[in-house]
């Protein structure tokens, strides 16, 4: 499962850049072509923003990701929480809420990861669905604590304030 979510505060340039809606963002973008390219403060696993992932987006929308890394959920946690408000345009957590404690871990991320977006940035999140995988959850990874599934995700970040 994966889902786009962004916070409720409003839209803006970046919410069209960061979602990755590039049909959307390509005719505002066309006419800044000639400009400096825009940076994007991006937290997320290893690969996600690397140039051979993100190239073709980033030429044709005149971005550039200025990634900052973790190396799992405590980690991630951890960075957001050390950042200022407002620190990142887009927060990529790739299979990160299943290994979180329980519904208070994964409360605290969802909490921290709003705080720590700019207006209008972009928290994506990509997490298993338990009810597809069953037993596969459990057995493909013994880290797996907080099961989640489609409207589990989807409650706690609309209870955190997320527009989904």
């Known amino acids: 499962m994966t889902g786009m979510i962004r916070p409720s505060a409003g839209f803006t340039r970046r919410t069209l850049l960061a979602t990755g809606a590039a049909a959307l963002a390509t005719p505002m973008l066309g006419r800044r072509a000639n400009a400096q390219a825009i940076e994007l403060q991006m937290l997320a696993w290893y690969c996600h923003p690397e140039p051979d992932v993100v190239a073709e987006f ?25 950042s200022p408000p ?19 871990a994964a409360r605290a991320l969802t909490a921290e990861a709003r705080r720590a977006l700019t207006a209008g940035g972009v928290f994506f999140v ?18 797996h604590n ?14 955190g304030g997320f527009e989904i």
């Not at 550039?64 to 190396?71: D, L, M, R």
């Not at 407002?86 to 208070?104: K, N, R």
């Not at 907080?146 to 209870?159: A, G, I, M, N, S």
């Open 58 to 82: 980033a030429a044709e929308n005149n971005v550039k990701f200025v990634p900052k890394y973790y190396t799992g959920g405590d980690n991630m946690l951890g960075l957001i929480s050390q």
């Open 86 to 104: 407002g620190t990142f345009d887009v927060i990529y957590a790739d299979q990160v809420l299943e290994h979180m404690s329980g519904v208070d």
């Open 126 to 143: 990509v997490v298993p669905d338990y009810l597809k995988e069953r037993g596969f959850f459990w057995d493909i990874d013994y880290t």
């Open 146 to 159: 907080f099961p989640t599934t489609e409207r589990r995700v989807r409650q706690l970040l609309y209870d």
